[in-house]
């Protein structure tokens, strides 16, 4: 088998994030000799947490340089490990720093990338990767004979690798910062509670359209909405899913709840999310939004229709009900 070098970059405290230890697994898996290449501004952290993970060698470009996700630095540093290592299959996790950079540093070195990988392994001595194309529609096996070949690795695919941390020696790789046009002056981010996607969440809620209209009394109860998915969401910790028509309601002048966006869409034109549970409210459970649920465990709804579309197959379980009394409820007894 050929040598393989997993690439990491390390979060603001030095260690690696959970898809780090996830590519490590998949690169682990296949056998061959395993280089680690880490880049951040401090990395002897994270080379301690992966010291027993059985590497030949642990090379790092390290620096203020390279603390924020940035193209050119990135690239750079990517460029210079593969070259240090030479290794023959390049792994990262497909976070949004490797996704931008590596396709750059796969034409440098005369290579080739592929992206949303969910599996990779080893059949007659040549490694063969597994991916999906269109929303998850269809999979793919598929080999390449172009050296150095990167593979970005898909977060919630495979089991983190895990193991005692240790003292590891790293090989620094020297490399002036590259010239850059862009600097970082802060980070604004939403107060911690009031996140709303949450990919590690063991509940996935997803809110429909039926939020916003009428409602028995004839009214549209858009503001009770908001509260009851909002009182839910701090009580449980669960990641906030939204079906296209309701997201897409923003353009059209009707009432909308102001916390879903575009990002929180679920569904063939939105995200798949990876979620040991789900729970859709509201929502017909139609085949364009059904299909973004395929890797859900267990699904359950909540739908006054009877013959909607989560009864047709699609929901492990179905609660014929009024979602706004169902949500009362639950949320009293979380409360």
Not at 125 to 148: D, I
């Amino acid at each position: 088998m050929e040598s393989i070098l997993l690439l990491a970059h390390t979060e603001a405290d030095g260690s690696l994030a959970k898809p780090a230890l996830e590519a490590l697994a998949a690169a682990k898996s296949l056998g061959g000799e395993l280089h680690i290449g880490l880049v951040g501004a401090a990395i002897q952290r994270g080379a301690d947490q992966v010291a027993n993970a059985g590497a030949a060698r642990i090379l790092a470009v390290s620096g203020e340089a390279f603390t924020q996700p940035r193209y050119a630095t990135d690239a750079a540093a990517a460029e210079a490990l593969c070259r240090a290592s030479g290794a023959a299959l390049v792994m990262a996790p497909a976070t949004s720093r490797w996704s931008r950079a590596l396709p750059g540093v796969a034409f440098r070195l005369g290579g080739r990338v592929d992206s949303h990988a969910t599996a990779i392994a080893v059949e007659n001595s040549v490694p063969v990767l597994t991916r999906w194309f269109y929303r998850q529609r269809m999979e793919a096996r598929m080999t390449r004979s172009q050296r150095p070949w990167m593979i970005l690795l898909d977060a919630g695919c495979v089991a983190p690798w895990s193991g005692p941390a240790g003292a590891a020696a790293v090989e620094s790789i020297a490399l002036p910062a590259p010239e850059t046009r862009t600097s970082v002056v802060g980070t604004r981010a939403p107060e911690t509670g009031e996140q709303t996607i949450r990919p590690d969440a063991k509940l996935l809620f997803v809110a429909g359209a039926g939020w916003t209209k009428k409602q028995a009394d004839g009214a549209v109860h858009a503001a009770d909405a908001e509260k009851l998915i909002l009182d839910f969401l701090r009580a449980s910790k669960a990641s906030l899913g939204g079906s296209k028509s309701l997201v897409d309601l923003s353009g059209e002048g009707e009432a909308v709840l102001r916390f879903m966006t575009h990002l929180n869409q679920i569904g063939q034109t939105g995200a798949t999310p990876r979620h040991p549970k789900g729970l859709s409210t509201c929502c017909h459970g139609e085949e364009p939004h059904a299909v973004g649920w395929r890797f859900i465990g267990q699904r359950r709804a909540i739908n006054l229709d009877p013959n909607c579309g989560w009864a047709r197959g699609k929901a492990d379980v179905l609660y014929v009900a009024d979602a706004f009394e169902v949500m009362r409820h639950i949320n009293a007894l979380l409360v």
